[in-house]
Structure formats: C-alpha cells, structure tokens
Nanobody
Framework: QVRLVESGGGLVQPGGSLRLSCTAS????????MGWYRQAPGKQRDMVAQ???????NYIDSVKGRFTISRDNAKNTVYLQMDSLKPEDTAVYYC??????????????WGQGTQVTVSS
C-alpha cells in the first residue's frame, strides 16, 4: 500500500506565500512523475505543476513565475512553493504521484487534498 500525506495549506492574504508538501510512503520501488493539481468549487481538477524524476518541470500559464515545484527523491517528497498568491489561486490542492510499487506494479496515487484560500 502507498500513502500520500499533504501539508502546508491555509489562509493567506493576496500577495502572500505558502509552501505545500506531499510525502509518499509505503511499498514504493520508484517514483516517476510527481505533480500538483487544484480544484476550485464548481470547477474541474486541473494540473498546476509537474516534475519528472529527472527534474523536468511544467506549469500552467497562470502560475508561471509565481509557483515553483521541486522534489526530494531521498524523502519521496514533492513541494510547491507558491508566491504572489492571488484570490483566483483559491482551491483544494491535490498531490499526484506515478510510481512503481515494490511488486513492480504501476500505481497512480492521489493525496487527500489541502485547502488554499487567498483572501484579504
């Protein structure tokens, strides 16, 4: 079994910063893709940022220059540094990981979600 635990969400004023973390644990052989998605009320879940095992990153246009995704492979952890936050960034943020289990089975795993609210 694999578990993803997220932390770092909260309430912040416009222009502020937050750092999200997501740690994977359990029967993990290797992790390939790690990413962050978000879902605002009444909207679909969209990819925000993603990072491969080689450190190649990709972002949606609306967060480029403000958000930074990184990972610590030794800790099976992915981070999302969010700066210059805007009210439209308000959403539940989900961690997503593509990995191989110790049985060499591919698995697409999701975190439980963490609320980010940007408001004055």
């Amino acid at each position: 079994q694999v578990r993803l635990v997220e932390s770092g969400g909260g309430l912040v004023q416009p222009g502020g910063s937050l750092r999200l973390s997501c740690t994977a644990s359990g029967n993990i052989f290797s992790i390939n893709y790690m990413g962050w998605y978000r879902q605002a009320p009444g909207k679909q879940r969209d990819m925000v940022a993603q990072i491969t095992s080689d450190g190649v990153t990709n972002y949606i246009d609306s967060v480029k220059g403000r958000f930074t995704i990184s990972r610590d492979n030794a800790k099976n952890t992915v981070y999302l540094q969010m700066d210059s936050l805007k009210p439209e960034d308000t959403a539940v943020y989900y961690c997503n990981v593509h990995l191989l289990t110790t049985m060499r089975t591919p698995l697409n795993s999701w975190g439980q979600g963490t609320q980010v609210t940007v408001s004055s």
